[in-house]
Nanobody, 121 residues
Framework: QVQLVESGGGLVQPGGSLRLSCAAS????????MGWYRQAPGKERELVAD???????NYADSVQGRFTISRDNHKNTVYLQMSSLKPEDTAVYYC???????????????WGQGTQVTVSS
């Protein structure tokens, strides 16, 4: 069974920084892409950023220039460095990934349990 385990959330003041990590465990052929999503109260879950195994990245307009996504393919881990945080960044952040169990299997998506990020003074 493949699992995603997130860490690094917390409370930070506006303008501050946080780094989220998400590690995949279990057996699979490939994990691609890996990404971060967030869901604020009363809102739908939205893509924050994702990254392919070839290190191609994609960012939401709202975080472009402030957040940086990266990954370590050897560790099957994805990171999200968040800087210049704003109160509107407050949300539960979820790690998501596309998993291909074996070469001939289709890709399916899995999610982490979520980590709270609160930006407040």
């Amino acid at each position: 069974q493949v699992q995603l385990v997130e860490s690094g959330g917390g409370l930070v003041q506006p303008g501050g920084s946080l780094r989220l990590s998400c590690a995949a465990s279990g057996s699979f052929f490939s994990i691609d892409p890996m990404g971060w999503y967030r869901q604020a109260p009363g809102k739908e879950r939205e893509l924050v950023a994702d990254i392919t195994s070839a290190y191609n990245t994609n960012y939401a307009d709202s975080v472009q220039g402030r957040f940086t996504i990266s990954r370590d393919n050897h560790k099957n881990t994805v990171y999200l460095q968040m800087s210049s945080l704003k109160p509107e960044d407050t949300a539960v952040y979820y790690c998501g990934a596309g998993i291909r169990p074996s070469y001939s299997d289709p890709v399916y998506r899995i999610w982490g349990q979520g980590t709270q990020v609160t930006v407040s003074s």
